[in-house]
């Protein structure tokens, strides 16, 4: 089982190792029995919206938001996430 506190502050990069930004804050969706996970939200504002807050019409989408189905493969304090799907929405 993933920890939220396993994936925050994790380095989010592409395949081809383009560097995304840190993991910042996610993204879920509630269910039956608790939440399942779909999304990351990475780079300076997902930050700023985790720290202040946000003022926008819509606080959960500040950052860039990366698609949990997105992710090929977890180590430690890194995220690889597919070239293909890197910035399409959860």
Not at 27 to 39: C, E, M, N, P, S
Not at 56 to 82: M, Y
Request: charged share 20%; proline share 6%; net charge neutral.
């Amino acid at each position: 089982m993933i920890r939220a506190s396993d994936l925050i502050g994790c380095v989010a990069r592409t395949q081809s190792g383009k560097r995304l930004g840190r993991v910042h804050d996610l993204r879920a969706h509630a269910i039956d029995d608790g939440w399942q996970l779909v999304g990351l939200v990475v780079g300076r504002g997902g930050m700023v919206a985790r720290l202040v807050g946000d003022a926008g019409p819509d606080p959960l989408v500040r950052g860039d938001v990366i698609p949990w189905r997105a992710v090929t493969a977890l180590g430690d304090g890194l995220v690889t996430v597919s070239d293909e799907t890197a910035h399409t929405p959860p």
